[in-house]
């Protein structure tokens, strides 16, 4: 069996994304992935991210030199991972609206 793949790379993702920066074929919950640290554009030093993918999600692999991949990395940062948040439900008297109406007698206003 060969070495496990751990090198500078140009990394495309199913046609659609390009990233550049250090590949790792690692093992994670019993499946064979790759991983790939992408150096900061403003602190090359420094990891923007890692990801993970796996192996049927890769396009193409292109071993490259560490200066290549590094400059592919600053013109691709992927964004940083943002929680997600729903924007309030408007409500007719401008004030916070209950979770959901659950139909009891306070929701149809017979509660004051």
């Known amino acids: 069996m060969s070495e496990p793949f751990n090198d500078w790379a140009i990394l495309e993702l199913m046609g659609h994304r390009r990233l550049g920066g250090k590949v790792q074929d690692v093992e994670m919950f019993g499946a064979r ?14 990891t923007h991210a890692t990801q993970f993918y796996s192996a049927p999600s890769v396009y193409c ?9 590094r400059q592919v990395a ?32 306070h929701d149809r206003g017979e509660l004051g």
Not at 61 to 69: D, H, I, M, N, V
């Open 74 to 105: 600053k013109l691709n940062q992927p964004m940083p991972v943002q929680r997600w948040e729903l924007p309030p439900v408007p409500t007719t008297d401008g004030g916070p609206e209950d979770d959901y109406d659950n139909g009891d007698a």
């Open 33 to 46: 992935m790759c991983r790939i640290d992408i150096p900061d554009a403003k602190e090359p030093e420094k």
């Open 61 to 69: 692999l292109t071993p490259c030199s560490e200066e290549t991949a």
